[in-house]
């Protein structure tokens, strides 16, 4: 009876973290795709199911153009009719990342072919954090990579928030022997 309980308290578990998982699936979705679409309206594209309008590598490459302000050049078919050709493309995307810089980490052009939508949603987070959040981060002296810019950035800011939560409500007054600091109370009413 314990082991038949246990079972049903651990299936309950799974199941509300697999609902809320895809509950934040669908929210990067929606939110992804936004995105990918206000850049690929330049090229009068859109994209309407990730897993789908991105398998043969053609989005991708356009996404990648408009971002980068670079070709990929001539080394991809533009109407990909076999896996073949769609993989062709989605290669290409992923040694033009490379000569950019930027790191692939888990994902295999397979992932997206198949539609994985975990790890497309990984690919894009990868594109957003390449060239969107790192090139705010630019103008940033503080050393090191687009990470660790966005770190510092999200630090300072929260050591000012904090800092300023901090020393409201104290006032300096000074005395002739020292200085005093106390807190300030709001009057009673």
């Known amino acids: 009876m314990t082991t038949q309980v246990n079972e049903d308290e651990r299936q309950c578990y799974l199941d509300d973290v697999i609902s809320e998982n895809v509950g934040w699936i669908r929210i990067q979705e929606k939110t992804f795709k936004r995105w990918m679409n ?19 590598g053609l989005a991708l490459i356009n996404l990648l153009e408009v971002l980068s302000h670079k070709s990929i050049g ?12 769609k993989m062709e493309n989605i290669v290409a995307t992923f040694n033009f990342m490379k000569g950019e810089g ?38 940033d002296n503080s050393g090191g990579g687009p990470k660790k810019k966005l770190l510092n950035k999200i630090n300072q800011k929260l050591r000012k928030q904090w800092y300023q939560r901090r020393v409201r409500g104290w006032t300096t007054t000074s005395t002739s022997d020292s200085s005093t600091h106390s807190a300030s109370s709001p009057s009673p009413r």
């Open 74 to 85: 001539r080394h991809y078919t533009k109407k990909p009719r076999i896996n073949a050709q």
């Open 102 to 139: 930027i790191k692939i980490v888990n994902i295999d052009s397979t992932d997206i072919m198949q539609g994985n939508m975990k790890l497309t949603l990984g690919l894009i987070w990868t594109l957003i954090f390449n060239y969107q959040i790192a090139a705010n981060l630019k103008d």
């Open 38 to 56: 206000e850049h690929l309206k330049h090229r009068k594209l859109e994209v309407e199911d990730i897993t789908e309008d991105l398998n043969d």
